[in-house]
C-alpha cells in the first residue's frame, strides 16, 4: 500500500455519524414512513451472476467488502442454498462498515463496493477511490446510485448525498484507475432501482497496448 493519507473529511465524520444513528434507530423516508432496520441487505445480491464469474475468471479467492452494510456471507440461503462465502467459492471475507463500527481492511484479491459511493462527501470520493484501488490485488467491482433514495438522513437530506451521472463516475474512475493500471474494474451505475449500466471490463495498462488512442467506454 503506498503512503496516501485516507483520513476523511470532518463533513464525512459528520456523515458517518448520521448513518451510524440511522443503522441504530432506523430511518424516516421522503413520504415520511419510518423503516425501522436500516441498510440490512446484500446488495451484491442482484449483481451476484456477473460477479461470480468475475471471481472465477480471475481464480478471486480473498474479498473485502467495503461499506458491507448488514452482509453476512456465513448465512446460508444467499442462493441455491449456498451462503454468498459459498456460491463465490471464497476462502476468505473481509468486511469494511464504519456506521456498525466493523474494520476489517485489508488487502485482498478483490474488492467489492456496492451502494456506497453516492453516500460519501464529493470532496471526500477521490481518497476513498484510492483507498479502494489499493485495498485489491486483482479486481475492484464498483456499483453506486445515480439518484435519490428513498432514506432521509436524521437532518432531512436525502440519503444518497452526492448524485451524478453515471459518466462523471466512469470520468472519475478512469481518472484514478491509470495510477492503478493493472486492477481489472467492474464499474455498474444504478439510474433507478434494478435499472443498470454496466459499464465494459478494464484495466488501464490496456489503454497502452490498443492501436490508435481513442479509449472505449
Keep these: 500500500m503506498n503512503n496516501r493519507n485516507f483520513e476523511v473529511s470532518n463533513k464525512q465524520k459528520e456523515l458517518i455519524n448520521l448513518y451510524t444513528l440511522m443503522a441504530q434507530n432506523g430511518y424516516q423516508t421522503h413520504d415520511d414512513q419510518h423503516i425501522s432496520v436500516a441498510f440490512s441487505d446484500m ?10 464469474k468475475c471471481f472465477f475468471d480471475l481464480n478471486i479467492k480473498t474479498v473485502l467488502d467495503y461499506g458491507c452494510g448488514g452482509s453476512n456471507y456465513e448465512t446460508s440461503g444467499f442462493s441455491e442454498g449456498q451462503s454468498a462465502k459459498e456460491f463465490f467459492n471464497l476462502t476468505e471475507v473481509h468486511l469494511f462498515e464504519p456506521a456498525r463500527d466493523i474494520d476489517q481492511r485489508t488487502k485482498a484479491d478483490a474488492v467489492v463496493c456496492f451502494d456506497v459511493l453516492e453516500h460519501i462527501f464529493i470532496s471526500d470520493l477521490p481518497r476513498i477511490i484510492h ?19 428513498r432514506a432521509m438522513l ?30 481489472t474494474v467492474q464499474l455498474y451505475c444504478s439510474t433507478g432501482w434494478r435499472k443498470v449500466k454496466a459499464f465494459q471490463l478494464y484495466k488501464a495498462y490496456q489503454w497502452q497496448q490498443q492501436n490508435g488512442f481513442v479509449v472505449p467506454l
Excluded at 446488495?43 to 456477473?50: C, H, S, T, V
Excluded at 448525498?161 to 462523471?168: A, E, F, G, L, S
Excluded at 472519475?172 to 484507475?177: Q, S
Design 43 to 52: 446488495e451484491i445480491r442482484a449483481f451476484k451472476d456477473p460477479v461470480k
Design 154 to 183: 436524521p437532518n432531512g437530506e436525502n440519503a444518497h448525498i452526492t448524485v451524478r451521472d453515471p459518466m462523471w463516475w466512469k470520468g472519475m474512475f478512469d481518472c484514478i484507475a491509470s495510477e492503478y493500471p493493472d486492477v
Design 131 to 149: 483507498e479502494l484501488f489499493t485495498l485489491t490485488e486483482k479486481l475492484l467491482i464498483v456499483n453506486v446510485a445515480c439518484y435519490s433514495a
